[in-house]
């Protein structure tokens, strides 16, 4: 006679004893950037780099700092606040972290007349 080995059932097993799951820093840094480039109003500016960021992850709370390049002139204040919300709704939904901090810097600003310069039209 043979005996069927089954795995145990989960809601049998201890919370305590079921293992945990890491998410690494790079991923949410990833998740992160991404939800930032939704946020913005009208997309990354022409000639623009995609926003970017880095996180400090400490248990279930995570820090997040993000760089992005916006258009000029735009609401500034008004799309930090919208890459602030969405970054923080994001990581917690996707990451299952508390979002307690997003720093957004504003590393460039890209406006008509620099766009135009840089590709060597009339200034």
């Known amino acids: 006679m043979t005996t069927a080995h089954t795995a145990p ?16 820093d790079r991923v949410v840094a990833k998740i992160a950037a991404q939800a930032a480039r939704e946020a913005l109003f009208h997309g990354v500016p022409e000639g623009g780099d995609v926003p970017h960021a880095a996180v400090t992850v400490h248990k279930d709370h995570a820090r997040v700092r993000v ?17 602030r919300l969405r970054v923080a709704e994001r990581v917690n939904h996707l990451a299952g972290m508390t ?14 007349d620099s766009r135009t310069t840089a590709s060597g039209g009339p200034r």
């Open 99 to 112: 979002v307690p901090e997003v720093q957004v810097q504003v590393e460039r600003l890209h406006s008509v």
């Open 67 to 83: 760089g992005l390049e916006l258009d000029y002139p735009s609401d500034i204040g008004a799309q930090c606040g919208a890459v």
């Open 9 to 24: 059932d989960p809601d049998d097993v201890a919370p305590g004893e079921r293992g945990s799951t890491t998410i690494a």
